[in-house]
């Protein structure tokens, strides 16, 4: 009886301290990110509709923003790191809305509308001002 409270007792210590050894947080690398702003404009006008994506080739992270007011975006937090970058137009309302599907032919360019494709590159640095301008033509 003593040696299988014994058995069991060291089981039961094993089990808690292999549990306790999870807790300790985080041992690899911390990520530095920071905030990365611009603007895009097409054809010297800025692009008030669409979503901006930066992707990171190396890293396979991404981050996206909507564009806004004078072709503006703001992304608030990012890994700092070089990315390619997208521009796409922004997701339909309403498919059957036939106002919505004149404005499924975007303006933008097909060569931008995907990270992967586009030309567009950024380089986010940490306690820098990111700001980033992109012309679509």
């Known amino acids: ?44 006008q800025p ?6 994506t930066f992707e990171s080739a190396k890293t396979g992270q991404s981050a996206s923003a909507p564009l806004g007011t004078g072709g503006k975006f703001t992304i608030p937090s990012i890994a700092v790191g070089s990315y ?16 919505v599907q004149a404005e499924a032919k975007s303006p933008i360019p097909a060569l931008y509308q995907s990270a992967s494709t586009s030309t567009l590159k950024a380089e986010v640095k940490a306690g820098g001002s990111n700001e980033s301008k992109f012309e679509l033509n």
């Open 1 to 44: 009886v003593n040696r299988c409270r014994y058995v069991v007792g060291m089981t039961v210590l094993t089990a808690m301290v292999c549990c306790l050894e999870g807790c300790g947080g985080a041992k690899g690398p911390k990520i530095v990110v920071a905030k990365a702003t611009g603007v895009v404009t097409l054809k010297g």
């Open 84 to 99: 390619d970058v997208g521009i796409s137009p922004p997701p339909p309302q309403e498919a059957g809305d036939p106002a």
């Open 47 to 52: 692009l008030e509709a669409g979503i901006v």
